[in-house]
């Protein structure tokens, strides 16, 4: 029989294994990952981690791809690559050979809608988005809300070139939390 202090080491050592730590990463599916590379590095100063899965490679499809990433028959993956942003989870855009592909450009639909990027200098961000060949749904505007309201708290949708919905996003005059909520949401290291 064990004792009470390896029950609890034990338990806390099953906890621990078990701890969810946060996100890992985004998958984003694109017409042309080196046009996309190029949009996330002119804007966001993305940087390549590698490539998982290049052209010169046999192309994921068949039945492995079905298990893996439910890869409907027919279709197939020839190109996945993991870009780094700040201090945030990564990105991993996908390639995909398909005849059934659409563009979630709206909120409405479900699933991954949009990524949002926090900035210091959302003029300078937006600027460079529309430079880099997005297109903004509006000017830049003051968060509407009273808890993410404030003076500096700023925020604007656009579109990447592909059409994918993407927010910038600053809240420098911080956020007004209410007393039920549990933890603060994570902003990037200055």
């Given at each position: 029989?064990?004792?009470?202090?390896?029950?609890?080491?034990?338990?806390?050592?099953?906890?621990?294994?078990?701890?969810?730590?946060?996100?890992?990463?985004?998958?984003?599916?694109?017409?042309?990952?080196?046009?996309?590379?190029?949009?996330?590095?002119?804007?966001?100063?993305?940087?390549?981690?590698?490539?998982?899965?290049?052209?010169?490679?046999?192309?994921?499809?068949?039945i492995?791809?079905?298990?893996?990433?439910?890869?409907?028959?027919?279709e197939?993956?020839?190109?996945?690559?993991?870009?780094?942003?700040?201090?945030?989870?990564?990105?991993?855009?996908?390639?995909?050979?398909?005849?059934?592909?659409?563009?979630?450009?709206?909120?409405?639909?479900?699933?991954?809608?949009?990524?949002?990027?926090?900035?210091?200098?959302?003029?300078?961000?937006?600027?460079?988005?529309?430079?880099?060949?997005?297109?903004?749904?509006?000017e830049?505007?003051?968060?509407?809300?009273?808890?993410?309201?404030?003076?500096?708290?700023?925020?604007?949708?656009?579109?990447?070139?592909?059409?994918?919905?993407?927010?910038?996003?600053?809240?420098?005059?911080?956020?007004?939390?209410?007393?039920?909520?549990?933890?603060?949401?994570?902003?990037?290291?200055?």
């Amino acid at each position: 029989m064990k004792s009470l202090d390896e029950a609890e080491m034990e338990k806390k050592t099953e906890t621990k294994s078990h701890e969810v730590r946060g996100i890992d990463h985004i998958g984003l599916t694109v017409p042309n990952i080196d046009e996309a590379t190029e949009f996330f590095k002119k804007v966001f100063n993305a940087r390549i981690c590698y490539d998982v899965h290049t052209p010169e490679m046999p192309p994921q499809c068949g039945i492995s791809a079905k298990r893996n990433v439910n890869l409907p028959e027919g279709e197939s993956i020839d190109h996945i690559r993991l870009l780094r942003i700040g201090n945030t989870p990564c990105i991993e855009l996908f390639h995909i050979k398909s005849k059934n592909q659409f563009v979630i450009d709206t909120i409405v639909n479900f699933g991954l809608t949009h990524l949002a990027f926090y900035t210091d200098n959302i003029e300078l961000t937006a600027k460079k988005f529309v430079e880099a060949g997005g297109t903004l749904c509006s000017e830049p505007h003051l968060l509407p809300s009273e808890i993410e309201g404030g003076a500096k708290n700023y925020w604007v949708y656009g579109q990447a070139p592909w059409g994918s919905l993407i927010e910038l996003i600053s809240y420098s005059s911080g956020i007004d939390y209410p007393e039920n909520s549990e933890v603060d949401r994570w902003t990037p290291d200055c």
